[in-house]
T-cell receptor, first 113, second 114 residues
Framework: GNSVTQMEGPVTLSEEAFLTINCTYT??????LFWYVQYPGEGLQLLLK???ADDKGSNKGFEATYRKETTSFHLEKGSVQVSDSAVYFC????????????WGAGTKLIIKP | KAGVTQTPRYLIKTRGQQVTLSCSPI?????VSWYQQTPGQGLQFLFE???????NKGNFPGRFSGRQFSNSRSEMNVSTLELGDSALYLC?????????????FGSGTRLTVV
């Protein structure tokens, strides 16, 4: 079945460092891919998405490119801020999942000033 | 516009009891999906309702049920609570039910079973 694998956390960085959170997926079809963010005590917010191969999603300085050849959707940001501290979830949706979200385990990001 | 509202925010129940959680979607959204979030299992899909009909169901026991009303508000019910049901329950509303077209999540209901 479909699945999403994320790098384990927590990931601890200093402010202004470069961020990469790895995400790979397994799917038989052509899924849509998503990054969601969860701040402490809150629900999930869509950060960015890509619906087909080679698409790049971007938002708030974060980017991720849908790489079908490596089945990856890694999240990157050039310069992180303390306010980026949160848990980040990679997810996919496709016909095999009845278009519901299949989630990675989440990666906790801690940014130190 | 108002976001997705989940009530209550926190709930403590005793093992064996039942509980009902509520989700009011964004106005105009006809689809409501429910997810369970636990430290051990992560995020798992429970079910989706669209126009008062359950359209998709995840792999949860029959103790978990839901419904949707004509105004698109949805409730989920868990009967005969077990300790393992302690979780954050999240609902997401959307126009069509497909995440690609936009999902908005509520802040969740934190259920603790003692």
């Amino acid at each position: 079945g479909n699945s999403v694998t994320q790098m384990e956390g927590p990931v601890t960085l200093s402010e202004e460092a470069f961020l990469t959170i790895n995400c790979t997926y397994t799917a038989t079809g052509y899924p849509s891919l998503f990054w969601y963010v969860q701040y402490p005590g809150e629900g999930l917010q869509l950060l960015l998405k890509a619906t087909k191969a080679d698409d790049k999603g971007s938002n708030k300085g974060f980017e991720a490119t849908y790489r079908k050849e490596t089945t990856s959707f890694h999240l990157e940001k050039g310069s992180v801020q303390v306010s980026d501290s949160a848990v980040y979830f990679c997810a996919l949706s496709d016909r095999d999942s009845n278009y519901q979200l299949i989630w990675g385990a989440g990666t906790k990001l801690i940014i130190k000033p | 516009k108002a976001g997705v509202t989940q009530t209550p925010r926190y709930l403590i129940k005793t093992r064996g009891q039942q509980v009902t959680l509520s989700c009011s979607p964004i106005s105009g959204h006809r689809s409501v999906s429910w997810y369970q979030q636990t430290p051990g299992q992560g995020l798992q899909f429970l079910f989706e309702y669209f126009s008062e009909t359950q359209r998709n169901k995840g792999n949860f026991p029959g103790r978990f049920s839901g419904r949707q009303f004509s105004n698109s508000r949805s409730e989920m019910n868990v009967s005969t609570l077990e300790l393992g049901d302690s979780a954050l329950y999240l609902c997401a509303s959307s126009l069509s039910g497909a995440p690609s077209y936009g999902y908005t999540f509520g802040s969740g209901t934190r259920l603790t079973v003692v």
